[in-house]
Nanobody
């Protein structure tokens, strides 16, 4: 069965960096688009960024554009999220998700994703 396992979360001070990973098993990741979502405390889950199956196309939410970078290593079946210049408002549970039909600019719609990881917590202190 398909499993997505996130890692790399933790606590960091504002201005710091973290790199999240999402390891996929039971699936050939290169056939699917993948995304990172997050759920801040007390708020709805929101889309952070998405990457096309081959990695050529990415979209970012306005709140992370210029600070976060999504990448993928299809040979290693792993998705990454490099987070720089972290802010307290980036505090959230971060989830990776996998979808099969590239949606383009509507990538942030949760119903497009078939599989989800359990999440990794990121806490940014001021």
């Amino acid at each position: 069965q398909v499993q997505l396992v996130e890692s790399g979360g933790g606590s960091v001070q504002a201005g710091g960096s973290l790199r999240l990973s999402c390891a996929a098993s039971g699936v050939t990741m290169g056939s699917y688009f993948m995304a990172w979502f997050r759920r801040p405390p007390g708020k709805e889950r929101e889309g952070v960024t998405v990457i096309s199956p081959g990695g050529a196309t990415t979209y970012y939410s306005d709140s992370v554009k210029g600070r976060f970078t999504i990448s993928r290593d299809n040979a290693a079946n792993t998705l990454y999220l490099q987070m720089n210049s972290l802010k307290p408002e980036d505090t959230a549970m971060y989830y990776c998700a996998l979808g099969s039909k590239w949606p383009g600019s509507t990538w942030y719609i949760e119903g497009l994703y078939r599989y989800w990881g359990q999440g990794t917590q990121v806490t940014v202190s001021s």
